[in-house]
């Protein structure tokens, strides 16, 4: 897709289908990570022993796997030149960490028994921390919370609010955005 090149988008076409899936996609990552960061507030003020611990499970598989919505949604946009390629960029680095956290949470049975398609990924070693975590766990190193030992919150976060504002600023979000709660959160960083 050309710099000054903007798709035309005729309702129910291919096209429009495609980043309207994208769209939702992106709604739903939104909208569980307001739910996982509600739930934590909650937990942190919640005096009654009770730690939300299977509501935060529930809603991090939920993540992953709309997280990787978005990605293979993301893909598919590009390929057909519908958004620029360079829309990808902020989710390189945590491409790889989140499907493999996703896939091995899906999994989990068959890696907790030491079988699985990639078991020597299965355990992964923080680089700041040095601790080793499995995949379908969560660690919280500090102010790092990270899904499987290797998916960050913070920055599947602000990729996620970056690639949102990108198509929102190119005319390329079709959908109510008001109760996705980006403005919580405050600015995105440069």
């Known amino acids: 897709m050309g710099d000054t090149e903007k798709p035309q988008f005729e309702f129910g076409s291919r096209s429009f289908r495609i980043i309207v ?3 939702r996609s992106i709604s739903s990552v939104l909208l569980v990570l307001r739910r996982i ?3 934590h507030r909650r937990r942190d003020e919640d005096k009654s022993g009770s730690n939300h611990e299977a509501i935060i499970r ?3 598989y ?7 919505k978005v990605l293979r949604w993301l893909d598919i946009a590009v390929k057909e030149n519908l958004v620029p390629d360079d829309l990808k960029k902020d989710f390189a680095a945590i491409e790889r960490p989140l499907k493999d956290a996703r896939d ?11 079988k699985g398609k990639f078991p ?3 355990i992964h070693e923080d680089e ?9 766990w969560t660690f919280v190193h500090k102010d790092r919370y990270l899904i499987g030992g290797r998916v960050e919150l913070s920055e599947l976060a602000i990729a996620v609010r970056k690639l949102f504002k990108s198509l929102q600023s190119s005319d390329l979000w079709f959908l109510p955005w ?5 403005d919580e959160y405050g600015p995105l960083p440069d």
């Open 21 to 23: 899936e994208l769209n």
């Open 37 to 39: 960061f509600e739930t």
């Open 58 to 60: 529930a809603d991090e």
């Open 62 to 68: 939920f993540l992953l796997c709309a997280s990787a």
């Open 104 to 114: 091995m949470r899906e999994h989990s049975e068959d890696y907790n028994l030491g």
């Open 120 to 122: 020597e990924r299965f």
């Open 128 to 136: 700041i921390s040095g601790y080793k975590v499995p995949a379908d």
């Open 178 to 182: 008001s109760d996705l709660g980006l």
